[in-house]
C-alpha cells in the first residue's frame, strides 16, 4: 500500500519515497511559547502527529525522526515578562509545558526532537555565517539580511511574484537593504531585550533563520518532508527554502515533500489572537475529551478550512460514543465467553484495510473514519450474532484502526463515566451496590425502585456474568 502525499511545491499528490526508508525525517513548525495555545494552533498538531503515526506504522516507531521546534526568543514572550517582572525563561517553560500537556490531552505523541531556539543559537550563528560567506548575506548597520537576489527559484515554493511578496513579507522598508524583499537573519537587539554574541555584534536572530538551523540541528539537510499552517508558505516556509539551500547545506533540496494545513476558521475569519476570535484548546479540554476534540479537528481534510463550531466538537462526541458503544457491548459479551483463538473476521478486516487505505491517500480523514463505522458495524453484527471468534478478531481490528489515528485508547466503560463527577460517581456505586443486595435476596420491588432511580440520574446499568457496569446514557 502506498502512501500519496499533496506537495505544496509541485502541487500535486504524488508516491512518497524517502530518501532513506530507515531514516524518514519531518519537521513541522511549533509554537511561540507566551500564552495557551488556541485550538486553531492545535490542527497542525494534530494532523502531523496522525501523519507521525502513519510513517511509524509504514517505517517502524524507531525508523521515523520527527523535529517540531519550540520559539523562545519572541517580542511577545519579551513584553510578558516584563508585564509580570520575571525571567524569559519563566514564561516559556511555564507555557511550554501548558502546550506539550494540551497536546497530550489531544493525543499527540511527543515529537522525536523539540528543539528551542534559545539552545541552537550556536548552530544559528554559524549558518549565517555560512551565507555570508557563500554570498548569499551581507551585513548592513549592525543586521545582517539574506539577499534573495541569490537565490534564482525564490518564490517557487509560494508562486507569487516578486512585487506581491514585497507587498507581503514581514520585514520593514530600511535604507540598508539592496532589495526590498531582503530579510533580517541577525539584528541588534532593543534596550532590556535578551542578547547573544555574534561576528556582527550582539543581538538576536530573525525568525526564519531559526528553523533552518534548529532542522540542520536535529534531523540534516535536505528533510524528507516539511509541514505547518497554510499561512507560513510566505513569507516563512519560502525564506526558509532559499537560505537552506544558499547555506550549502544538504545541497539544491530542502525538503522532499512540502505539506500544509487549511486554517480553522471561527466563523468567516481565522481565529487569531490578534483578531480576538479564539477558543483556548486549555479551556476546551476542561468540557470535553481531547479524544472529540482530536476527531473534530480531523473532521475534514487537513488541506480544506475548517470552521471550529459547538456543533462540530458535538458531532465529534456523538461519533466516538457510537464507537466506544460497540467496544463496549463486545467486552461485555467477550466476558462470558472463552477466550477466542487467532481467527480472523474477514468483513472487517477489509474495512480494517480500509483505514489504511485512506489514510494512505493523503490523510483522507473522512474517508478512515467512514471505515471505522464500517468496521464498528462489523463488530455490532457479531455481537448480535453471538460470535465470539468474529467478536473479538472485529474488536480487535477496531482499537487498533482507532489507535492507529489516536482514538479508542480510552476503557469504554470509563469513557461513558468521564461525564458524570465524583459525587455523581459515588452515588451510582452505592445504588448499583444497593441494587445488587436486593437482587441477591429477591427484593424485586426495592430493585426495580433502584433502578428507576439510576434511570432518573440518566444512568443505564448493564447487568453481565462479571456483574453490572454503567454508563451515562447517549443523548436523545
Same mark, same amino acid.
Given at each position: 500500500?502506498?502512501?500519496?502525499?499533496?506537495?505544496?511545491?509541485?502541487?500535486?499528490?504524488?508516491?512518497?519515497?524517502?530518501?532513506?526508508?530507515?531514516?524518514?525525517?519531518?519537521?513541522?513548525?511549533?509554537?511561540?511559547?507566551?500564552?495557551?495555545?488556541?485550538?486553531?494552533?492545535?490542527?497542525?498538531?494534530?494532523?502531523?502527529?496522525?501523519?507521525?503515526?502513519?510513517?511509524?506504522?509504514?517505517?517502524?516507531?524507531?525508523?521515523?525522526?520527527?523535529?517540531?521546534?519550540?520559539?523562545?526568543?519572541?517580542?511577545?514572550?519579551?513584553?510578558?515578562?516584563?508585564?509580570?517582572?520575571?525571567?524569559?525563561?519563566?514564561?516559556?517553560?511555564?507555557?511550554?509545558?501548558?502546550?506539550?500537556?494540551?497536546?497530550?490531552?489531544?493525543?499527540?505523541?511527543?515529537?522525536?526532537?523539540?528543539?528551542?531556539?534559545?539552545?541552537?543559537?550556536?548552530?544559528?550563528?554559524?549558518?549565517?555565517?555560512?551565507?555570508?560567506?557563500?554570498?548569499?548575506?551581507?551585513?548592513?548597520?549592525?543586521?545582517?539580511?539574506?539577499?534573495?537576489?541569490?537565490?534564482?527559484?525564490?518564490?517557487?515554493?509560494?508562486?507569487?511574484?516578486?512585487?506581491?511578496?514585497?507587498?507581503?513579507?514581514?520585514?520593514?522598508?530600511?535604507?540598508?537593504?539592496?532589495?526590498?524583499?531582503?530579510?533580517?537573519?541577525?539584528?541588534?537587539?532593543?534596550?532590556?531585550?535578551?542578547?547573544?554574541?555574534?561576528?556582527?555584534?550582539?543581538?538576536?536572530?530573525?525568525?526564519?533563520?531559526?528553523?533552518?538551523?534548529?532542522?540542520?540541528?536535529?534531523?540534516?539537510?535536505?528533510?524528507?518532508?516539511?509541514?505547518?499552517?497554510?499561512?507560513?508558505?510566505?513569507?516563512?516556509?519560502?525564506?526558509?527554502?532559499?537560505?537552506?539551500?544558499?547555506?550549502?547545506?544538504?545541497?539544491?533540496?530542502?525538503?522532499?515533500?512540502?505539506?500544509?494545513?487549511?486554517?480553522?476558521?471561527?466563523?468567516?475569519?481565522?481565529?487569531?489572537?490578534?483578531?480576538?476570535?479564539?477558543?483556548?484548546?486549555?479551556?476546551?479540554?476542561?468540557?470535553?475529551?481531547?479524544?472529540?476534540?482530536?476527531?473534530?479537528?480531523?473532521?475534514?481534510?487537513?488541506?480544506?478550512?475548517?470552521?471550529?463550531?459547538?456543533?462540530?466538537?458535538?458531532?465529534?462526541?456523538?461519533?466516538?460514543?457510537?464507537?466506544?458503544?460497540?467496544?463496549?457491548?463486545?467486552?461485555?459479551?467477550?466476558?462470558?465467553?472463552?477466550?477466542?483463538?487467532?481467527?480472523?473476521?474477514?468483513?472487517?478486516?477489509?474495512?480494517?484495510?480500509?483505514?489504511?487505505?485512506?489514510?494512505?491517500?493523503?490523510?483522507?480523514?473522512?474517508?478512515?473514519?467512514?471505515?471505522?463505522?464500517?468496521?464498528?458495524?462489523?463488530?455490532?453484527?457479531?455481537?448480535?450474532?453471538?460470535? +465470539? &471468534? %468474529?467478536? $473479538?478478531? =472485529?474488536?480487535?481490528?477496531?482499537? #487498533? @484502526?482507532?489507535?492507529?489515528?489516536?482514538? /479508542?485508547? *480510552?476503557?469504554?466503560?470509563?469513557?461513558?463515566?468521564?461525564?458524570?463527577?465524583?459525587?455523581?460517581?459515588?452515588?451510582?456505586?452505592?445504588?448499583?451496590? +444497593? &441494587? %445488587?443486595? $436486593?437482587? =441477591?435476596?429477591?427484593?424485586?420491588? #426495592? @430493585?426495580?425502585?433502584?433502578?428507576?432511580? /439510576?434511570? *432518573?440520574?440518566?444512568?443505564?446499568?448493564?447487568?453481565?456474568?462479571?456483574?453490572?457496569?454503567?454508563?451515562?446514557?447517549?443523548?436523545?
Amino acid at each position: 500500500m502506498t502512501l500519496s502525499l499533496y506537495d505544496t511545491m509541485s502541487r500535486a499528490k504524488r508516491p512518497f519515497v524517502p530518501k532513506d526508508p530507515s531514516r524518514v525525517t519531518m519537521y513541522v513548525c511549533g509554537p511561540t511559547v507566551y500564552n495557551f495555545a488556541h485550538i486553531g494552533n492545535f490542527r497542525p498538531v494534530v494532523v502531523f502527529d496522525l501523519l507521525f503515526r502513519v510513517l511509524r506504522d509504514l517505517y517502524g516507531e524507531q525508523a521515523v525522526l520527527y523535529a517540531a521546534n519550540v520559539t523562545d526568543v519572541d517580542d511577545k514572550i519579551n513584553r510578558k515578562a516584563a508585564e509580570e517582572g520575571v525571567p524569559i525563561q519563566v514564561i516559556t517553560d511555564r507555557y511550554l509545558d501548558a502546550y506539550n500537556a494540551d497536546a497530550a490531552a489531544l493525543g499527540a505523541l511527543r515529537p522525536t526532537f523539540q528543539p528551542r531556539v534559545t539552545e541552537t543559537m550556536d548552530a544559528i550563528v554559524k549558518m549565517i555565517g555560512d551565507l555570508v560567506r557563500q554570498n548569499a548575506a551581507y551585513a548592513a548597520e549592525g543586521h545582517v539580511l539574506f539577499d534573495t537576489q541569490a537565490f534564482g527559484d525564490y518564490g517557487k515554493l509560494s508562486g507569487r511574484p516578486m512585487d506581491e511578496m514585497i507587498a507581503g513579507a514581514r520585514v520593514d522598508v530600511a535604507p540598508y537593504k539592496r532589495h526590498p524583499a531582503d530579510f533580517v537573519l541577525w539584528k541588534p537587539s532593543k534596550a532590556d531585550e535578551p542578547e547573544w554574541e555574534s561576528p556582527w555584534g550582539p543581538g538576536r536572530p530573525g525568525w526564519h533563520i531559526e528553523c533552518t538551523a534548529m532542522i540542520e540541528e536535529a534531523l540534516g539537510l535536505p528533510i524528507d518532508i516539511h509541514g505547518g499552517g497554510i499561512d507560513l508558505v510566505f513569507p516563512h516556509h519560502e525564506n526558509e527554502l532559499a537560505q537552506g539551500v544558499c547555506s550549502g547545506h544538504g545541497g539544491r533540496e530542502y525538503a522532499h515533500v512540502w505539506m500544509h494545513n487549511g486554517f480553522l476558521n471561527m466563523g468567516e475569519e481565522k481565529m487569531s489572537k490578534s483578531l480576538g476570535n479564539v477558543a483556548l484548546a486549555h479551556d476546551l479540554l476542561k468540557q470535553y475529551p481531547g479524544e472529540a476534540i482530536r476527531w473534530a479537528l480531523l473532521a475534514g481534510h487537513y488541506r480544506q478550512p475548517l470552521e471550529w463550531t459547538g456543533e462540530l466538537i458535538e458531532q465529534a462526541k456523538s461519533a466516538l460514543d457510537r464507537l466506544y458503544r460497540v467496544l463496549d457491548d463486545a467486552g461485555r459479551f467477550l466476558a462470558g465467553e472463552p477466550a477466542a483463538d487467532g481467527w480472523q473476521n474477514a468483513a472487517a478486516a477489509a474495512e480494517h484495510a480500509n483505514v489504511r487505505r485512506a489514510l494512505h491517500d493523503d490523510l483522507n480523514t473522512p474517508s478512515a473514519f467512514a471505515a471505522m463505522f464500517q468496521l464498528s458495524d462489523k463488530l455490532r453484527a457479531a455481537v448480535m450474532a453471538k460470535d +465470539a &471468534r %468474529a467478536v $473479538a478478531s =472485529a474488536r480487535g481490528l477496531l482499537v #487498533e @484502526a482507532g489507535n492507529l489515528m489516536g482514538f /479508542l485508547t *480510552a476503557d469504554p466503560q470509563a469513557w461513558f463515566q468521564s461525564g458524570a463527577d465524583d459525587d455523581l460517581k459515588t452515588k451510582v456505586e452505592g445504588l448499583i451496590a +444497593a &441494587r %445488587a443486595d $436486593a437482587r =441477591a435476596a429477591k427484593n424485586w420491588p #426495592e @430493585a426495580d425502585r433502584i433502578r428507576d432511580e /439510576l434511570n *432518573a440520574l440518566n444512568v443505564e446499568v448493564m447487568d453481565g456474568p462479571a456483574g453490572a457496569t454503567w454508563r451515562i446514557k447517549e443523548q436523545a
